[in-house]
Structures are given as structure tokens and as C-alpha cells.
DNA sequence: TTGAAAGCGCTAACAG
DNA sequence: CTGTTAGCGCTTTCAA
């Protein structure tokens, strides 16, 4: 079918010089007499010829491929950390293998498993919102195999990670919602063993706190990151007899899943609820009323995870950065009311 | 750093056998005796042996690799092909490299090149936006390389391709805002040269024809496929003497971003302006009003193309079929206007 | 029933 | 300056 790629035998016997002639002169070694390294090289190129990544895997033990995993990539947020993950990857000369885990606990250990048959070089990944038991991880680390994680990190596991500061983001939600004359702020949060779950909700309560507003467990709902979750959580939010004046929804797809479900409501965004999310740019400015929201820089989040992958096969270091990028809370006119200001 | 992986020859060496006993009994060739077969089965699964791709590889000259072009992979409708793509893939024991072109004809050419370089198998691919030049496609076909294209496809080619009934498609909206009183309905339409743009072109005027209705050259304007030239497109049909009374945008981006600005302009949407775009489902149903649109089976759509890639790896075949997918208008809220009901 | 040897494409140490 | 050789991990004749 296919033609066969030209090696370095096909331009040895060609050029009736030895394999190791050729391959010295592909490089310029010094050893090769110019004249016929110019010849080489120049046939080289007439042949189109290119080195067999296999071979040289095989040879040197490195297949230059890093495996990702992910929860989901039919997502904003996970699209665009391997966009930036891929964007630093290519600059070294690599690329990765995308492996999702649907947010499913077996298919992140099968994902990890084929990931180590197909040789990646090492993992960089989020777990999925299942995964509470992280031994197949653990294996991993006591193997000394390079593994980053992202945003969902294990914080009992000593891996370099990106996250993003939650606490201070959610906190300064809080500060914004009662600037805005709310009391009643409710939380949407994720499964709570997920460290985002947790990390936000610590600044969630701290925000409270700061805010002088007592924290009311009936606002504060855990649920899996699905919008079907997210619609059940916001209903059952909005059938409290004192329903919140003030929504955050830990991600985006909660976050747009509790404004259908306010909406369908009859109840008035920002007037009778307001509402914020983690979100991207792009969809918070197309739904009405535009969407308050932290923006993560899910870009820069995978050229980090990357940067602290080949720190780790470069330097051979173990060495556990743990890196935590800034967000920005964009103010639209989903949680702004009027009446107040 | 990692520990090396398990080799044959370690097995060997620990059985005190030979490498190709090892090899034979992993495969369980009826030569090697039972209990030998079974003896070193066992030790292989105890030391965590699986085979080395790279070696398989070279040996074999297959990489199990697919390459994936698409013009951006933050966008639901190719993160979602790829989701499909991928699905199929490893039910095959197949993975794909994904490389993106940003819409860039220079990229899509590097891409290809370093696909090859890294000896994949084959290509599945959507052309960018900036594609006029096929010739390092038409490259590959003279290789006989294996070849697939989707959504956007090169229809001077003869490659298996997957895409979607886009005339019909088109055709049935102009009726649908035909039944909903619309008159002056305006296309924005992608590059005149992507196959998708002719083909939704083509059911616009057949679509018009039928209708009764005459085509308005003011009203078809083409931009590229970005939501900054989406919304330059529609300022530029809402500062026409006579503005449209219907949009119809070529694909998600353009539909929101034209939305965006129809009512930065204060209009109201159907009332004034009709729109409906070619979108994916969860988001057509956040925005408000929830858009009109025709749904794309993405999904499937990736895993027809994995399909056809297959079909031409495993049949050693060169026939080239076209899947033409069909597509369904969802009708909501942003093209019904109530008062002509 | 098992082992030895060649070869996939490449590099590098060792000889000339 | 250039060639020979061995070896990366594996399969597959060919021998024994």
C-alpha cells in the first residue's frame, strides 16, 4: 500500500558507501570529508529522506510522546489546556497521546495502563471526578515515572502540579456578591474529594466569613460535574423555602446549567439570583445576561503542565513545583444589581 | 530515571531459556511445551511484561498511530469528531496524534509533514480555512498513503470522505424562515473555495428558488470562519439599506457572534431578525433566545472517518467511499416569529 | 521441543 | 576519513 520510507540503507547501497558513512555525514560529523557529505546530505533530501522515529525509539528508549489524560475533551476548558500543552510539546519535539477518561475511575486506570504500553515517556493528567482510590497513580510515582498534574490534583501524592488560585478566587466572588447586597450565597460545588471541590470551598467559607455572613449548609451542594447534576442541585437550591439571592457554580458547565434552570424558573438574573461561574471567555459573553466569571488561563495552565514535565525529564530532577497561575474575576451583568449600586 | 520495561531477554535470562522460547510461548505456539508455556506465562505477568511497540513497530513497519489534522481543537465540533475518532481508534488498539493547523495553510503543511515523520499510518483530516493549495495532499494520495477527509473536503480529490448533507440542510431553513415570514434572508458564509461554503451556498439559492424568493447578492456575504469576521459580516448586513430579516450562519462560531451583535445593534431576535446557525446542541439551548439550528451528528461523524481509515488499511483497498451524514433542523425560539403563526 | 541467527533502521564504539 | 560490528526488542526462518 503505502511506499516504504527510504533508510539509510537504501542511500548507502545507492551511494555505494557503508550505513554508518551516511548516517555520520546526515549530521555533519567532522569525520566525513565535506565533498561527500554535501553529496550525502544533498541526496538525502532528493530522497526525502527522514529518520525512523521507531529505530531511534528503540535505540535511544524514548518514543518523544507524552500521554495526557483527561476527563472529557468535548469540553472548552480541557481543549484548550491540550492546546497549550501540544503548543510547548511541539516546540520539543513531541507529541502526546490524548486519552480520556469520560470521568470514569476504570477507564483512568485503563487510560494509565495502554498510556505505559504504548511507551509514553510520562503522563501529565486530571483525574477524573470518580477517582478517589490513586494507587495506579502511586505506582507511578514509586516508579519514578514522570507524571504532572493539572488543575484536579491529588495533594497526597508529591507531584509537580498546575492548579489555579480557587481560594482567593472564590473569596473575592464572595466580596463581589455582597457588594452587591446578597446574603444568601449558595455553592454549587463538585464531588467533594476533588481538591478544586475542597480548595474552593475553603474560600468559600472564608469569603463568608470576611463578609460577616454565616455559613447555611443548605446553600452549600455537592454534585458531580454533569449539567444534568448541576440542574438537579440548582432545583433543589431553588425549592428551599429561603432560596439564595446569589449563585457560584464551580465550573462551566454548572454554572450554564444552573442559568437554564433559574431561568426556566421564571427568576430573574441578577435581580431575584445572581449568578457566577469558572468559565471561559468566549460563552460567558454570548449567553444573556452575560456571565460574571472567574476565567482560568487554561491555555498557560498546559504550557505549564508541559514546562514541568520536560523540567522533569530534562534535569532528571525530581524536584516537586508545584505551580498555582492567577485567575481574573470578570464582572458582567449576571451578578450586578443595579438597585444597589 | 524510570525503570527500564521489562524485555524478553529478561525473562529469558531469569527462565534460563531462550528469547524465542519466551516469544513463542507468550503466543502460545503449539511447539513450546505446556509447562513451559504455562511457567512462563506466569513470570511474564508477575514482572508486568508487555511488548515493546517500538520493536513491534520497526519490525512490523506499523506504528498504530492515526494522524488527526483539524483546523482548531478548541471548538466543541472538533473536539467532539476527535472524541469519535478516538473511539474508534481503540477499539483497533489504534491511537491518534492530533495536530492542529489553526486554520493555517503553512500549518496544515507542517502537520503533515511531521505526521509523516512520524510515521503514522494514515491521515484523517480537515482542511483549514486557508486551503487553495492541495498539493501536499494530492502528495499523499500518489503515495497511496491512506487518506481521509471530513466536514471540509477536497472534492478535486478522489478520498473516502465523511461529511454532511449541507444542501438539504440549507434548504430546509430557507423554508422553515419562509414559513415564518421571512423575505430577505441573508448567508454568511464561509471562504468561497471550502467545500462546505459551496455546498450550503448551493442549497441557499436552490433553498430561495423554491420559495419563490429572489437571491439578493447583498445578502450572501462570505467571511472566515472567526467570530471577529462573523461579526464584521453582520454589522455589514445590518447597515444595508434594506437589513435582512433573517440570518442564517454558516457554522457555531458565526451564529453566535452574529447574535452578539444583532442585538448590540437592539434588535430583537426573531422579531426583527431571524437567525439560525449550524450548531452543536448544548449551546444553542443557553443562549437566549435558544437558537435555531442544525445539529451536526460530530460524533458520529468522527467515528465514520475512523471507519473509512480502516477500511482502506485493512482491505488494502483504494475504493473511495462518501458518507454523507444526515443533519436535523431543531427548531427554537430565535427564527419562530409568534405573530405570523 | 527448543535454540541460534538474521533482520527491521539506526547509532556508536572500535578498527582500519 | 571510512567501514565493521554490536545491540536496542522482537519475530521468524532454519537447525538441531
Chains 1, 2 share one sequence.
Request: aromatic share 6%; with cysteine; proline share 4%.
Amino acid at each position: 500500500m503505502v511506499k516504504r520510507h527510504v533508510s539509510l540503507k537504501d542511500l548507502a547501497v545507492e551511494l555505494g558507501v557503508s550505513v554508518s558513512t551516511v548516517s555520520r555525514a546526515l549530521k555533519n560529523h567532522p569525520d566525513i570529508s565535506h565533498q561527500l557529505t554535501d553529496k550525502i546530505q544533498k541526496i538525502a533530501i532528493e530522497r526525502n529522506y527522514t529518520p525512523n522515529p521507531l529505530a531511534m525509539g528503540l535505540l535511544k528508549a524514548q518514543t518523544k510522546m507524552i500521554g495526557v489524560i483527561i476527563p472529557d475533551i468535548v469540553t472548552h476548558f480541557f481543549a484548550s489546556v491540550i492546546s497549550g500543552i501540544e503548543s510547548v510539546a511541539k516546540e520539543k519535539g513531541y507529541f502526546i497521546v490524548i486519552s480520556s477518561s469520560n470521568e470514569s475511575f476504570e477507564k483512568e486506570k485503563e487510560s494509565v495502563d495502554n498510556l505505559l504500553k504504548s511507551r509514553v515517556e510520562g503522563i501529565i493528567a486530571c483525574i477524573s471526578q470518580e477517582t478517589n482510590d490513586i494507587s495506579h497513580f502511586q505506582r507511578l510515582i514509586n516508579n519514578e515515572f514522570p507524571l504532572v498534574f493539572f488543575d484536579r490534583i491529588c495533594e497526597v501524592l508529591s507531584v509537580p502540579s498546575v492548579t489555579v488560585n480557587g481560594f482567593e478566587a472564590v473569596k473575592s466572588i464572595i466580596h463581589h456578591f455582597k457588594d452587591n447586597g446578597c446574603k444568601r450565597i449558595a455553592y454549587i460545588s463538585g464531588p467533594s474529594h476533588l481538591s478544586i471541590s475542597k480548595n474552593r470551598k475553603e474560600g468559600y467559607l472564608e469569603g463568608l466569613n470576611e463578609c460577616g455572613l454565616e455559613f447555611n449548609p443548605d446553600l452549600l451542594v455537592e454534585c458531580n460535574l454533569s449539567a444534568a447534576d448541576a440542574s438537579l442541585a440548582t432545583k433543589q437550591l431553588l425549592s428551599l423555602d429561603k432560596k439564595p439571592d446569589a449563585i457560584f457554580g464551580i465550573n462551566d458547565t454548572i454554572a450554564f446549567a444552573a442559568m437554564k434552570v433559574i431561568k426556566k424558573h421564571g427568576l430573574k438574573i441578577p435581580e431575584d439570583i445572581a449568578l457566577v461561574g469558572f468559565t471561559d471567555e468566549f460563552h460567558s459573553t454570548v449567553v444573556e445576561p452575560t456571565l460574571t466569571s472567574v476565567t482560568h488561563p487554561t491555555f498557560l495552565m498546559g504550557r505549564e503542565a508541559a514546562r514541568l514535565f520536560f523540567n522533569i525529564i530534562e534535569k532528571e530532577s525530581t524536584y516537586h513545583e508545584k505551580v498555582i497561575l492567577p485567575t481574573e474575576l470578570i464582572i458582567r451583568d449576571s451578578s450586578v444589581k443595579r438597585n444597589v449600586l
